[in-house]
């Protein structure tokens, strides 16, 4: 079936850093990525929706000078945390869909972001 | 805006009972529901799903029924097991330009030896 790997699962980074989160379909053509933040023991809460060679759509409440998107190739999508701070620690996971787009995501494992 | 409701929020049963979990959405216009299941620490893995010309679908233990006039959908875990023990998602599509997902608020289930 559809593999989607993230990268890195665990990131600690100092407050006011930026931290890069790699999402990347492994065996199809992924031309929409969709990235999720999950609080514990809540549900994942869609942050943007990440379309290849375009910019990605944010859903409302979320900046998109916080969380810069990037899906640069069919394969890949990136989400950087700029200037990270502790109400940012979250777990973030993306998923990814074909081109059929009405299918079942598939997920990614998630990445663990904590901001000291 | 769109938004799904779930309840409940939580569900303890003894091994071997049935588990029901609903889902309520508010887009007319949604015709697909997927059912993720979420382990500690692990990503949503997709069990089940059913599109809005059908009314109900079962895989083994696992079945989904779909209301598309109360716009309503249910999952149903026949002789639960201790390793149905998660948390579980409920999602009903949206297509505002770019076909996405509206998830439940999650149902963790513990399912008791």
Redesign the interface.
Known sequence: GAVVSQHPSRVICKSGTSVKIECRSLDFQATTMFWYRQFPKQSLMLMATSNEGSKATYEQGVEKDKFLINHASLTLSTLTVTSAHPEDSSFYICSASGAAGDDGYTFGSGTRLTVV | ?ENVE?HPSTLSVQEGDSAVIKCTYSDSAS??F?W?KQEL??????II?IRSNVGEKKDQRIAVTLNKTAKHFSLHITETQPEDSAVY?CAA?INS??????????T?LKVLA
């Open positions: 805006g779930q015709n697909y997927p993720y620490g692990k990503r949503p893995q997709l799903d998602f599509s330009g770019t076909y996405k997902y509206i998830f439940g608020t999650g963790r």
